[in-house]
């Protein structure tokens, strides 16, 4: 029945093509548009996402010695005048105690009072003064774990933050400046002592040559490399560096990779921190610098929404290990880039001043919150999206309603003389509706492709941001077949209830 | 053997509230291989007649016997089942698919033949012997308009012997054509009744064409006012 069917419709459209393909281009215009809105929502969603995974939401970093740098830390990244002079008003310059009068409040060293006021009330420090460099008011920990004693880190704190539940990946960091030199080229630039598990958590990475070194060559301590795109070209040009050697510390290394940036708008540049840069195992930098310290652990949540909770847990845990006492500060600093990234440019600035404008104290915002007011915002565009996308296909569909009806009306002698050479009336409302299905199914493809070219073209000329899935796909064709079974229906029931005399006689 | 029989049939529609009587009572029986002319004045209900034979519509009270089947009382489906199989219409308009051609015309029952599973070359070598039958193989591809009114009809015809049904029912089958026409119509008509067999059921109101059959029913007012086996009758062959 369905292959003769479609035969029979197929070739009922085919009699009249021009009121086929205008009912059919009504359809193309809805799917196009479902397709197009969809791609716009997801987009948004996924370029949300995106930028909130690569400004590493989910991301702790845990460095050695406890100094803090305002200018980089308090409020992300910013110098903002407006929040050194919301601080002011908190910060005790001088301290009223009943029994002694009067005091002055910063020239004593008080635990328990939070950081942050201390660090504006510091002595050394003019609250109007910017540096950019760590003023003694800005290392706390100066006294106790300065920045002379920043070996605090090991490699067992990273296994014990590994045994942390929640926490995805951890990457033990170890940093240098070095000479790295090819045959007469030599280039100074950073070196990273890596871990193996550090690829999986820079999401931007990409390695157009070769790969990152194996467990096995960082358990072995070897003397392998990888080259930040930028150090590849400065030693090799153009020439691929895979196998070659490089020297550093007067021992060779191999190449086996080169990495660069998947981010084409943030393409690596020259002092560029991760491509200006070369990365050999950590061991490797233990063994040939007879060290045990770690710079850094690089550590990321499972789940974005437990960066607090796991950095909260990462810091008492090494409070613990390393036995500070309570009223001791941390001889270490543990920072989410959440806030930093917000403001530094890893979201764009539109989207970072809707999270700052809707949410109150952002300081106080937790990631929780965060994710979800950027949700709630992708969700009401989707729906946006949608509701015009619905109304593009409503229409569509009665383009398709009537000129079935409108067809049915036409057709009521075909109908007649089908019904008189056996068609039961069954079979004729599966035609129509078969016509109708077909209609909208392939005004729907035609739509889908026309939903590509659309949303291609809105990243391409607008530069807004789409995402194509599967899923939307579906969703486009199944919404067309919808439409079409649904706006089919009626006028299809309408040429089955025709009596074979009446519309036999109909003129 | 009689291919049909009706007893006492009657057809009653309602236009508005007014009972509109289209048949009164109407029993006759016709042989298989009979070539019958139904003829009256319009409105004298031969129309509705052909409409319960060839079951588009069912009586109000009677039973008609196809084959020796009571087929009065029928669903829609098996009415639409029997109409598949068992009877070829003939129209006075051809009622032909527009914009289709002639083949496409012709293989249309066969779409709903045997539950639409006949294979599409078996419908398109089916329907060229039909066409083929009428004489028209060489007009297979021409649509409707591109053909003459006789040629139209001879497609019509092809279109209801397709199925070998045992009953043709032509209404009117001549109404549009002019009379040189009408003749190589009816002589296709004997021919298929000689050669096939086939009972031939032919509704007019010209006596002329009304003579082409073996025997003449005549219809006033809903009834049978007269039925006459008619042995000399017109030869279309001989006068062409």
Known sequence: MTRTSLFVAWRALGRNKLQTLLTMLGMTMGVAAVMTMIALGSGAQTAIEDQVRAAGMNLIVVKAGNYKVKTEDDFGGVVDHQADARLKPRAPLVSYDGARGFSRAYAVWNPDRPARVRLVVHPEDDPMEKHDHPTASQRLGDTEAGLGAAATLTSADAAAIRRIPGVQYVA????????????????????????VQLPEIRRAWSFPRGRFFSEREQRSASQMMVLGSIVARKLFGDGDPIGRDVKLWNQTFRVVGVVTSTNVLTAPAVGDDQFDAVYVPFTTVHRLLNLTKLNDITITAASTGEVTRIAKQVADQLRARHRIAESAPDD?????????????????????RAVVGNVEGLEKVTLEQLAKTLERASRTMTALLASIAAVALLVGGIGIMNIMLLSVTERTREIGVRRAVGARAHDVLVQFLVEAMLLSLVGGIAGVALGFVAAGSMSQLLRWSTSISAAGVALSFGSAAAVGLFFGWYPARQAARLHPIDSLRYE | MPIIVARDLTKTYYVGDVAVHALRGITLTIEAGEFVSVVGPSGSGKSTLMHILGCLDS??????????????????????AIRNKEIGFVFQGFNLLVRTSALDNVELPLLYANRGRVPASERRRRALDALNAVGLADRATHHPNQLSGGQQQRVAIARALLNHPSILLADEPTGNLDSQTSIEVMDIFQRLKEERGITIVLITH??????????????RDGRVVADQVDGARALAVGET
């Open chain 2, 206 to 219: 010209e006596q002329q064409v009304a003579e082409y059959a073996s025997r003449i029913i005549r219809f």
């Open chain 1, 172 to 195: 033990e960091g170890i940093h240098e400046n070095a000479h790295v030199a090819a045959g007469a080229k030599r280039w100074f630039t950073r070196l990273h002592g890596g871990d």
């Open chain 1, 332 to 352: 270490f600093t543990v920072v989410t880039q959440a806030r930093q990234a917000l403001a530094k440019g890893g979201m764009r600035p539109e989207v970072a």
């Open chain 2, 59 to 80: 009586p109000t009270s009677g039973h008609y016997l196809l084959n020796g089947r009571d087929v009065s009382h029928l669903s829609d489906d098996e009415l639409s």
